[in-house]
């Protein structure tokens, strides 16, 4: 990830990620206490595997899921040959 560049107090500097990571916060890391660094890694990919790429629509998508969006988007192999 990469910092924003912007100047200070830009309204929609941030929003997409704070709105992320609040969401990631709220969904896993507050959830429990987390043992070691690879049982919260691995929680954070089941997350953002199974919820946010698969359920979460996005308005930015057209209401779609990142997945099915993708989908849409990607040309099949068949298509391409």
């Avoid at 704070?18 to 969904?27: D, I, K, P, V, Y």
């Avoid at 959830?31 to 359920?55: D, F, K, M, P």
């Amino acid at each position: 990830m990469i910092g924003s560049m912007s100047r200070v107090g830009a309204a929609g500097d941030n929003a997409a990620m704070e709105s992320f990571f609040g969401l990631l916060q709220n969904h896993v890391l507050d959830r429990r206490s987390w043992s070691s660094r690879q049982q919260l890694r691995t929680a954070i990919v089941t997350w953002v595997e199974r919820t946010y790429h698969r359920r979460r629509r996005q308005r930015s998508l057209s209401r779609l899921t990142p997945v099915e969006y993708e989908t849409i988007m990607t040309p099949s192999a068949s298509q391409a040959a």
